[in-house]
């Protein structure tokens, strides 16, 4: 056994190595023992029988983390991934020994009993104990006050020790998962085929964002780590698979904030011989789905405004420059493409107070207008529909306004959950659009995408929804580190 790290000033980690060094020197290593589970703790809870009291068998395992010790009996709680059971520990049960065993585990050692079912006289049903096992010993205490730690960020280090004191967590990132398997089950019932995509890509395309880069030694080449999941995606509909999803991790090589994570989870779907107003449909249909599955509501509460967001209402669309023209108080789209309209749009920028920078071009000026004083007042289900083209070089561009393209951009609780296009299969025009927003770095333009188009690629609708975001909103969670199992953070010493 190695000794106590020195920097241990607390001495309960001292106590803990002592006690596991008797217990191996008696014969007993909890760290080589197991246990068997029949039941987890809300499935013991369900099993119970009112009035037949000791009549139903259960093998329940989980960390301890409530001890009541009453003298020759203990009533004990352990945690599992359902929640909390009470155990009833008694000395004329479980023998002498194996009792005075008991009484010296510690908060956060890890049990597995064996038992049948009771209710107690105040009504909670526990576990009668016959045996129990310690399968794992806990060294290092269990914090007394999660939220009482200085440091904010140890939340997210330790993420384990946050899952175990604090329930809020606990069910936050487990509802995640059931919005994850709810989405994949709506997408199957439709006839979706699930895929799985390279995370590694010689061209970072699909988005316009910074990629990471890596080298792979044995081919001798860069890669970057995707950005998006579409053209690969839209590969597979070239192919003839007609409808494909991928629920997978992008990196981004940008900004961290309250909304924005280095590495996040994309749900990218892809219909052919639909469009983006077949994309409206299925996404109210996720929602739909998720309302009855997974939150058993049609409105949620808004955590910035208190507004209750209503999903089975009608989703209003509205037109991008009809939101930028009432925000800005005069018709500014009427100037577009004419020599004035830049000059109009700073000048909107100024009187609402933002900020231009000159590099920018118009779009950019017009878009910081629908990011700063539009996006965040549309708490309601909204799709902005008909965006400047150059926001999206794979969208279709609109038959009636060609400077316009065919997509959505889908904003609830003031946060973007979920863009959707009318793809773009005119190999000619996705080139010229490519060649536009690459500029003079041809080689960053994917050139196998404009080979596989060339082959014939069905009119589709696709529609990209960001997990974490869609968990943020859903869960009321206050920054996208709260509904990620481990975020992203800067390095420190690990600890010891």
Not at 105 to 114: K, M, N, P, Q, S
Not at 149 to 156: G, N, P, R, S
Request: charged fraction near 25%; include cysteine.
């Amino acid at each position: 056994m190695s000794e106590i790290p020195q920097d241990i000033t607390h001495d309960q980690y001292a106590v803990r190595l002592k006690k596991l060094q008797d217990m191996r020197a008696a014969g007993s290593d909890p760290f080589r023992a197991n246990c068997e589970q029949t039941h987890f703790s809300g499935e013991a809870l369900k099993a119970y029988i009112e009035g037949q009291d000791y009549t139903v068998p259960v093998k329940v395992a989980g960390r301890l983390v409530v001890i009541r010790d009453m003298g020759k009996s203990q009533f004990v709680k352990i945690l599992d991934q359902q929640g909390q059971i009470q155990l009833y520990v008694k000395k004329d049960l479980v023998g002498d020994e194996a009792y005075a065993a008991f009484k010296k585990l510690d908060l956060g050692d890890i049990v597995g009993a064996e038992g049948t079912l009771f209710k107690t006289k105040s009504g909670e049903i526990t576990v009668k104990v016959d045996r129990y096992a310690l399968v794992a010993k806990a060294l290092r205490p269990l914090p007394e006050k999660w939220h009482g730690l200085t440091d904010a960020e140890q939340v997210y280090r330790q993420r384990y020790l946050d899952l175990i004191v604090n329930p809020e967590s606990r069910a936050r990132l487990m509802l995640r998962s059931k919005i994850v398997a709810s989405i994949r089950s709506t997408l199957a019932h439709r006839k979706f085929l699930e895929v799985e995509t390279p995370m590694l890509e010689g061209v970072a395309g699909g988005a316009a964002a910074r990629p990471f880069v890596t080298h792979h030694n044995a081919l001798g080449t860069d890669f970057f780590l995707r950005i998006a999941l579409e053209l690969r995606l839209k590969r597979l509909l070239v192919g003839g698979y007609d409808r494909v999803f991928e629920i997978g991790r992008v990196f981004r090589n940008e900004g961290v904030s309250r909304k924005h994570n280095p590495e996040f989870t994309m749900l990218e779907v892809y219909q052919a011989y639909s469009d983006f107003h077949g994309m409206m449909d299925l996404l109210k249909a996720i929602f739909a789905d998720l309302c009855r599955d997974v939150i058993g509501a049609t409105e949620i509460k808004h955590a910035a405004s208190g507004q209750m967001i209503n999903f089975a209402g009608e989703w209003r669309s509205v037109r991008y420059f009809t939101l930028i023209d009432e925000a800005v108080g005069f018709n500014l789209s009427a100037y577009r493409g004419k020599p004035e309209y830049r000059e109009k749009a700073i000048e909107a920028c100024q009187k609402l107070g933002l900020e231009v920078h000159s590099g920018w071009e118009t779009y950019e000026v017009v878009n910081e207008i629908f990011g700063k004083k539009i996006e965040p007042t549309l708490i309601q289900p909204t799709f902005v529909t008909h965006l400047p083209k150059e926001l999206c070089p794979l969208a279709k561009l609109n038959a009636e306004d060609p400077g316009l393209i065919d997509v959505f951009e889908c904003i609830i609780g003031g946060m973007e959950v979920a863009p959707a296009y009318s793809e773009q299969n005119d190999p000619f025009v996705q080139r010229e659009m490519f060649e536009k927003q690459v500029g003079e770095e041809v080689q960053k333009m994917d050139t196998d995408f404009l080979l596989a188009l060339e082959h014939g690629m069905p009119p589709a609708g696709g529609m990209g929804v960001g997990i974490d975001r869609l968990c943020i909103l859903l869960t009321g969670a206050e920054s996208i580190r709260d509904v990620i199992l481990f975020p992203s953070l800067r390095p420190t010493t690990a600890a010891t």
